[in-house]
């Protein structure tokens, strides 16, 4: 396979190539995919000054993502299946969707957007289960010059609006629900609320998927088996330049609310076809199945673009993993042989909890490959992975990447990088890593632990927060000159090897979910009895952090005293979502801040870890008392 790293001796022969000459190193790599017009220049950029930052790859190429999925691929795999897809319940019939039907499926939806007026450069917001439909849309919008801003299915109405008006989305695609275990969601509902207050949605498509009864406004909604109906399947990929728009993906931060993080086409293309080759060790053939929900970054990557550009066969599946028990995903590697399974530590650790007799009974021997993202993992859980589900025949890659990289970082090769539990390893050829001090001081040698910056751009890399470019400079280049910060910490071992340590901003790292410790707090405040609010992280056995509130309130009384931890929480449940409610609750009657006026996180987190032996120097509080007060009253054991 083209561009396929074979040995650990050609991964740091690659390595060096990529680091002295960049543009040489990519564009070899791009000259694999399908370009109506090659570039003029590899590079161009700069992190910092006016406009920073400012980076551009395969300046004025022109070319469409879905022509390197379909038509570069199609004379070879025509007949072979890109999508597997399970349903939630293993009574229903899976649907195995090939590059051929598939490719139609996108033509038809394309024509079917282009009736309704979606032109290049608007946006379309996707809310929509794990269903075959969400990959057609977000490839009929490429295909068309759309950009797609998925929202994942499980936030609330007023953050799927919060969403759809920062990108002024004119259209959204979703379904009447969508199947979690015994549940069905009500996604209908959900965005009928949300579009009362999103003014630039023109139209909604409605896919029908759980048949349950939904309202449908007139002027608005419209079935998608309608827009389809008699729609023809031959289509023209739109011309698309390197840097046009892919699509915007919101993730949160230390501050505000969600940036929509920017990618554009040719270099997350060449960086995610790239990475899912290389980390996996993808063999034609084989069935490739990451268990993330596309609504997130390492769905749209490796369940969607990276694996179809490939020709791979990837598993789609709408379902949890316990249902209809904790068998289910060794079932589904049985039931498909899958050879290469991606999923996250928070899984993992679940599926520990359950006992280990969910995993024996099934026949995992297709298994080549395993993969973790989104968290750190524990050791614990990693040698369970490896030896139990691996039958310590499957290297791991431990993967760390983010929402703005776009693609894998750093990680292993699998089984050409030897493997460390709970390490990353080593960077990808393109990838630069730097560790630095807070003073921004490069911290040189093996053995160190820092801040881990990038100090050269790769193709995958973040172009720009959606209508605010000095937010993005802000956010992640202005920290440290001519770097740009990841916001995680992390360690270079003695073999110079990474290990991830986790978040060093106020991000919290919820089942592999970043949660901005401000948009908690934010959406308590919403709550008429709140004053003000805290929110730090802490460890948590299966989540990695859980969500610790402080909360200050007013008029509370024994009648009301009872219930307002469940108010509050299902006010964090509408504003944000069932993803940011608080683990734990504690009413305060003070927050430890300083004199002027700043919260002291740092102690609170103390307090939530259960360590409150430690808190370091508290004289600078205005009110040093209320410390003693929350520790008085910590829900969680207080070491003393
Ligand atoms: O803290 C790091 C953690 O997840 C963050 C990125 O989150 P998000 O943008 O939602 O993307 C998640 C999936 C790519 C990082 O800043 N993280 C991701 N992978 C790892 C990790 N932490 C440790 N080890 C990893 N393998």
């Known amino acids: 396979m083209v561009n396929k790293i074979t040995s650990l001796a050609e991964y740091l022969k690659k390595y060096e190539e990529s ?3 960049p543009d040489g190193f990519w564009g070899n790599v791009a000259e694999s995919h399908f370009w109506r ?3 003029d220049k590899v590079l161009d950029w700069k992190f910092e000054g006016e406009g920073a930052p400012d980076v551009n790859w395969f300046v004025n190429g022109k070319l469409n993502i879905t022509e390197n999925i379909f038509e570069r691929n199609m004379f070879m795999r025509k007949d072979q299946v890109a999508i597997i897809w399970e349903p939630n319940d293993p009574k229903d ?15 038809q939806f394309a024509n079917g957007l282009k009736k309704l007026g979606i032109k290049k450069g608007d946006r379309v917001a996707l809310y929509l289960p794990m269903v075959p439909e969400l990959v057609i849309s977000m490839l009929a919008c490429a295909r068309i010059g759309a950009i797609h801003s998925i929202v994942f299915a499980g936030f609330s109405a007023s953050a799927l609006a919060d969403r759809i008006n920062d990108a002024k989305a004119n259209l959204l695609i979703t379904s009447d ?3 979690r275990g015994t549940k069905s969601i009500p996604m209908k509902g959900i965005v009928d609320e949300a579009l009362e207050t999103c003014p630039s949605i023109k139209n909604a498509i409605i896919l029908e998927h759980t048949k349950d009864e939904v309202k449908i406004v007139k002027g608005r909604d419209l079935w998608w088996h309608d827009v389809i109906k008699g729609v023809s399947t ?10 046009d728009v892919l699509f915007i993906l919101y993730t949160s931060g230390s501050t505000g609310k969600p940036k929509g993080v920017v990618h554009t086409i ?19 053939g084989d069935i490739f199945w990451c268990t993330a929900d596309i609504g997130w970054v390492t769905g749209h990557s490796y369940i969607v673009y990276g694996p179809l550009l490939t020709g791979a066969t990837s598993v789609m599946f709408e379902g949890v993993p316990t249902y209809p028990d904790a068998g289910r995903f060794w079932d589904i590697v049985d039931k498909y042989k899958v050879n290469q399974f991606y999923t996250a530590p928070t899984a993992i650790r679940a599926l520990v909890a359950q006992g280990n007799q969910w995993v024996t009974g099934h026949d995992l021997s297709s298994l080549k490959v395993l993969g973790t993202v989104g968290e750190p993992i524990n050791e614990e859980a990693w040698r369970w992975y490896h030896d139990l589900v691996g039958k310590a025949r499957c290297p791991i890659v431990d993967t760390w990447w983010q929402t703005e990289t776009g693609g894998i970082m750093i990680t292993p090769l699998a089984g050409i990088t030897p493997t460390k539990p709970s390490l990353a390893t080593l960077p990808l050829p393109g990838i630069q890593p730097i560790l630095v001090d807070p003073e921004g001081n490069e911290l040189k040698g093996n053995g160190v632990e820092g801040i881990l910056c990038i100090k050269f751009p790769w193709p995958g890399m973040i172009r720009t927060t959606y209508g605010d470019h000095k937010r993005c400079f802000t956010t992640y280049f202005s920290a440290y000159k001519n770097l740009y910060l990841t916001g995680d910490g992390a360690k270079r071992d003695e073999e110079g090897y990474y290990r991830i340590i986790g978040r060093i901003d106020d991000v919290i790292n919820v089942s592999g979910h970043r949660i901005g410790t401000a948009e908690v707090e934010d959406a308590i405040n919403q709550h008429p009895r709140v004053i003000e609010s805290a929110v730090v992280g802490y460890p948590h056995d ?3 952090s859980g969500i610790y509130a402080y909360v200050i309130c007013e008029d509370l009384s024994d009648d009301n005293l009872a219930s307002i931890e469940n108010e509050i929480r299902e006010t964090v449940n509408k504003f944000i979502g069932p993803i940011a409610k608080p683990d734990k609750i504690q009413i305060v009657t003070g927050l430890p801040k300083t004199r002027s006026g700043k919260i002291m996180r740092r102690i609170l987190r103390k307090i939530g870890e259960g360590d409150a032996t430690n808190l370091g120097d508290t004289s600078t509080l205005l009110d040093p008392g209320v410390v003693e007060e929350i520790i008085n009253g910590a829900k969680v054991p207080v070491k003393r």
Request: hydrophobic residues 35%; glycine residues 8%.
């Open 542 to 544: 299966i989540k990695g």
């Open 93 to 107: 019939k899976e649907i195995k969707l090939t590059y051929g039907e598939l490719f139609d499926k996108v033509k």
């Open 37 to 39: 017009k090659k570039w």
């Open 177 to 179: 629900g969508g199947f």
């Open 19 to 21: 680091v002295a000459d």
């Open 266 to 284: 040719a270099g997350y293309m060449v960086y995610a076809e790239y990475t899912f080759k290389n980390v996996f060790q993808y063999s034609d």
């Open 234 to 243: 031959d289509n023209k990929a739109e011309e698309m330049d390197s840097e």
